[in-house]
Nanobody
Framework: QVQLVESGGGLVQPGGSLKLSCVAS????????TAWHRQAPGKQRELVAR???????DYADSVKGRFAISRDNNKNTLYLQMNALKPEDTAIYYC??????????????WGQGTQVTVSS
């Protein structure tokens, strides 16, 4: 199995910054891409940022210029640096990994999520 654990969420003032982390453990995995999603109550889960195995990145229009996704392969850790936070960024943030273990087919793995609240 592959386990993902997010951390770094919390309460922050508008205009502030947070850095989220996601640590992967368990079975060795061949990764196609890793991503951050978020979901607020009553709203659909949306893609925030994604980075492929080759290092290509993609961001939601609402966070471009404010958020940055990165990874440390040696530590099996994915990061999301969030700057200039707005109240509308309030949500539960989830990390995910798309990949395969052994000879199993490609599948998605999800973390439990971490709460980010932006409020004055």
């Amino acid at each position: 199995q592959v386990q993902l654990v997010e951390s770094g969420g919390g309460l922050v003032q508008p205009g502030g910054s947070l850095k989220l982390s996601c640590v992967a453990s368990g079975s060795p995995i061949i990764i196609s891409s890793t991503a951050w999603h978020r979901q607020a109550p009553g709203k659909q889960r949306e893609l925030v940022a994604r980075i492929t195995r080759a290092g290509l990145t993609d961001y939601a229009d609402s966070v471009k210029g404010r958020f940055a996704i990165s990874r440390d392969n040696n530590k099996n850790t994915l990061y999301l640096q969030m700057n200039a936070l707005k109240p509308e960024d309030t949500a539960i943030y989830y990390c995910s990994v798309e990949g395969r273990t052994g000879l199993r087919p490609l599948e998605n793995y999800w973390g439990q999520g971490t709460q980010v609240t932006v409020s004055s």
